[in-house]
T-cell receptor
Framework: GAGVSQSPRYKVAKRGQDVALRCDPI?????LFWYQQALGQGPEFLTY????????KSGLPSDRFFAERPEGSVSTLKIQRTQQEDSAVYLC?????????????FGSGTRLTVV | QKEVEQNSGPLSVPEGAIASLNCTYS??????FFWYRQYSGKSPELIMF????GDKEDGRFTAQLNKASQYVSLLIRDSQPSDSATYLC?????????FGTGTRLQVFP
């Protein structure tokens, strides 16, 4: 597609509920990132894929967070047993590999509210 | 110490003035530096990137990098009310971007 597509745009979850957030990157982009952005803060790195390989998951805040990209294109970020502190905007970004200076393109994000 | 530091602002400038946004970073080995603009409720959009010491100009925007001082800045000339947004500085660490908290810029008519 023309841009990075994320769904749903908004998600309200009851505390303890599991959620799944989807990211469809720009076609052909090898690199895919998930970021978490709390209100008034900059995006915080969660995890990174190159094709289907998850190369870095050092930013995932707990084992309740899990991400996958099984075929090297669409990615899903899953949060189990959601808690109020999980409320944030979850941003997905993609980029072509081999561009030492290029930035990444962000999707519109999913705003998760845990009540 | 955070890896990327920015003054949260707000930075208020009159229309037509130069807005100067600053950022410092802690990893001396960092190679690439980015400025993103984020309007309220929207996702970050890339404005510029720089990886050589000195200045890089693109229209009304100039990015400046000083690796010895671990300092990167963004100048916006002829500021317009439509430039009012949060400006995020990011530093590339291996393949991931590390962001600062952003500086909120307000341009008043």
């Amino acid at each position: 597609g023309a841009g990075v597509s994320q769904s749903p745009r908004y998600k309200v979850a009851k505390r303890g509920q599991d959620v799944a957030l989807r990211c469809d990157p720009i076609s052909g982009h090898v690199s895919l990132f998930w970021y978490q952005q709390a209100l008034g803060q900059g995006p915080e790195f969660l995890t990174y894929f190159q094709n289907e390989a998850q190369l870095d998951k050092s930013g995932l805040p707990s084992d309740r967070f899990f991400a996958e990209r099984p075929e090297g294109s669409v990615s899903t970020l899953k949060i189990q047993r959601t808690q109020q502190e999980d409320s944030a905007v979850y941003l997905c970004a993609s980029g072509p590999s081999g561009r030492p200076g290029g930035g990444y393109t962000f999707g519109s994000g999913t705003r998760l509210t845990v009540v | 110490q955070k890896e990327v530091e920015q003054n949260s602002g707000p930075l208020s400038v009159p229309e037509g003035a130069i807005a100067s946004l600053n950022c410092t970073y802690s990893d001396r080995g960092s190679q690439s530096f980015f400025w993103y603009r984020q309007y309220s409720g929207k996702s970050p959009e890339l404005i510029m990137f720089i990886y050589s010491n000195g200045d890089k100009e693109d229209g009304r925007f100039t990015a400046q990098l000083n690796k010895a001082s671990q300092y990167v800045s963004l100048l916006i000339r002829d500021s317009q009310p439509s430039d009012s947004a949060t400006y995020l500085c990011a530093v590339r660490n291996t393949d991931k971007l590390i962001f600062g908290t952003g500086t909120r810029l307000q341009v008043f008519p």
